[in-house]
């Protein structure tokens, strides 16, 4: 399995970016996505996960109301929406896929519970 995002990049205060993820190999349709940010010397955190039914979404509170994440099952591929970008959320971005999970309303929220990640896509927000 596979996953390769793409969408990062350099965006003013208040604009728009949106994420996408790939996923090549095993059965998208059953995975649990999530999107993690880790900024220069801090620790990865969660920031959106949606269930492999794609019902269920949660978002960090951090960026409630500003990120949505979604998922195209046709297309192997999950997204995450960014409006209102702040300097703070300047990271690099990691999408992330569970294989695990049977609920279709589950959210995995914690890193150790994904089985494959990408490789990263920087977001820089200037203030």
Known sequence: VQLQA????L???GGSLRLSCVVSGGTFSKYVMGWFRQAPGKE??????ISWSGVSTFEADS????FTISKD???NTVYLQMNNLKPEDTAVYYCAADQSV???TLVTLNEVG???WGQGTQVTVSS
Not at 44 to 49: D, S
Not at 63 to 66: D, L, T
Request: proline share 0%; net charge positive; aromatic share 12%.
């Open 102 to 104: 049977v609920g279709h």
């Open 114 to 116: 994904y089985d494959y």
């Open 44 to 49: 990865r955190e969660f920031v959106a996960g």
């Open 63 to 66: 960026v409630k109301g500003r």
């Open 11 to 13: 965006v003013q205060a």
């Open 73 to 75: 099952n046709a297309k």
């Open 6 to 9: 793409s969408g990062g990049g």
